[in-house]
């Protein structure tokens, strides 16, 4: 149980393009879901808290206008990329919280910008 | 603000040979710990975690971990590590509810043959 995927695992796109990464928990309701982002060797950085049916909560120095967050469902939460730069290009990954307040992982969307 | 440390970037370890991997804290309320590993190319997956009671907390894998509110740390540990065991090791820290989780920088452990 407790399974979050993330759809696409790695995207390719040209720099000023969109992108969008979904997050979903598979068999669980996740009120709250988390974005975070990783570099290279580097530890994960959350980006922002998305709560389902209200605006998501971002930790400071995330732009929230470059980086919009959906949380549409119980099981759906969307990351969109705006005008995306090589500055951008980034291991992104997302989580949802059970009850119990443990988060599960999902497993990373690789964004390359070129 | 609330920190993470983990001490050591690299620990190497022979296979068989028993595993300490370090993680000092500072959070203003009670914290809820976690340990997570995460493999080349796999996502992070949950070893164990501590939100309150028995200081002493058994995970999968045959991992453990003490919480030591004195020392404000969280070490985790393995008796006999397998070779399997190498991937890249993160501890992480929480207050529950809707806080995300702040995370050390993480230790790359090598299992020597």
């Known amino acids: 149980g407790a399974v979050v995927s993330q759809h696409p695992s790695w995207v390719i796109c040209k720099s000023g393009t969109s992108v969008k990464i979904e997050c979903r928990s598979l068999?669980?309701?996740?009120?709250?879901m988390f974005w975070y982002r990783q570099f290279p060797k580097q530890s994960l950085m959350l980006m922002a808290t998305?709560?389902?049916?209200?605006?998501?909560?971002?930790e400071q120095g995330v732009e929230k206008d470059k980086f919009l967050i959906n949380h549409a469902s119980l099981t759906l939460s969307t990351l969109t990329v705006t005008s995306a730069h090589p500055e951008d290009s980034s291991f992104y990954i997302c989580?949802?919280?059970?009850?119990?307040?443990?988060?599960?992982f999902g497993p990373g969307t690789r964004l390359t910008v070129l | 603000a609330q920190s993470v440390t983990q001490p050591d970037i690299h620990i190497t370890v022979s296979e068989g040979a028993s595993l300490e991997l370090r993680c000092n804290y500072s959070?203003?309320?009670?914290?809820?710990l976690f340990w997570y590993v995460q493999s080349p190319g796999q996502g992070l997956q949950l070893l164990l975690k501590?939100?309150?009671?028995?200081?002493l907390v058994q995970g999968i894998k045959g991992f453990e971990a003490e919480f030591k509110r004195s020392q404000s740390s969280f070490n985790l540990r393995k008796p006999s590590v397998h070779w399997s065991d190498a991937a890249e090791y993160f501890c992480?820290?929480?207050?529950?509810?809707?806080?995300?989780?702040?995370f050390g920088k993480g230790t790359h452990l090598i299992i020597q043959p």
């Open positions: 992480a820290v929480g207050g529950g509810g809707a806080d995300g989780l702040t």
């Open positions: 998305s709560n389902e049916g209200s605006k998501a909560t971002y």
């Open positions: 501590y939100f309150s009671g028995d200081t």
């Open positions: 989580s949802a919280r059970i009850p119990t307040d443990t988060q599960y």
């Open positions: 068999d669980f309701q996740a009120t709250t």
């Open positions: 959070y203003g309320a009670t914290p809820y």
